[in-house]
T-cell receptor, first 113, second 112 residues
């Protein structure tokens, strides 16, 4: 059974800092990995999708990496801003026709002005 | 393009009552998912449809939850009767062949 872990549960940083959010998973037989952002009381916004054959994806100030062999992914946020404050969820997509996502509990990020 | 639509956004009911949620996926997306997100947790898949067929409902409490996707487009998730532990946000998502999932705003259910 796939398990996804995100530690720490919460993180507070000053504005402008570069930061890394970590995600680990137990079963390396994955199809893809997706990072989401969730604002309070809202749904999930997809940030980056990495296919299992890829090592990283970039979008603006965000960069996500994937190391399947070690069961780890990182989300790098450059020059953090108060608007980046949200919960960041990592989700692993199952291999095969069933594209079920298994989520971590998320990391709540607070960027202080 | 329009995103995933869900209604209602909020619902408060008493235990043992019934409730239904509606989802309209992104146009052309064959796969539709219902997730349950309890406060402080990541979303948990309840049921996955491919067109109007069920792919995975292994975590759906079938004694009280049911879902259907008529004509392979809209979907409805029903709870009958509701329990206190069903209080959660119910998220609908859809995807095309590349499996990137797009989520709706969710329905926040409070059972009192």
């Amino acid at each position: 059974k796939q398990e996804v872990t995100q530690i720490p549960a919460a993180l507070s940083v000053p504005e402008g800092e570069n930061l890394v959010l970590n995600c680990s998973f137990t079963d390396s037989a994955i199809y893809n990995l997706q990072w989401f952002r969730q604002d309070p009381g809202k749904g999930l916004t997809s940030l980056l999708l990495i296919q299992s054959s890829q090592r990283e994806q970039t979008s603006g100030r965000l960069n996500a990496s994937l190391d399947k062999s070690s069961g780890r992914s990182t989300l790098y946020i450059a020059a953090s801003q108060p608007g980046d404050s949200a919960t960041y969820l990592c989700a692993v997509g199952a291999a095969g026709a069933n594209s079920k996502l298994t989520f971590g509990k998320g990391i709540t990020l607070s960027v202080r002005p | 393009e329009a995103g995933v639509a869900q209604s209602p956004r909020y619902k408060i009911i008493e235990k043992r009552q019934s409730v239904a949620f509606w989802c309209n996926p992104i146009s052309g997306h064959a796969t539709l998912y219902w997730y349950q997100q309890i406060l402080g947790q990541g979303p948990k898949l309840l049921i996955q449809f491919q067109n109007n067929g069920v792919v995975d409902d292994s975590q759906l409490p079938k004694d009280r939850f049911s879902a259907e996707r008529l004509k392979g487009v809209d979907s409805t998730l029903k709870i009958q009767p509701a329990k206190l532990e069903d209080s959660a946000v119910y998220l609908c998502a859809s995807s095309s062949q590349v499996f990137e999932q797009y989520f709706g705003p969710g329905t926040r259910l409070t059972v009192t």
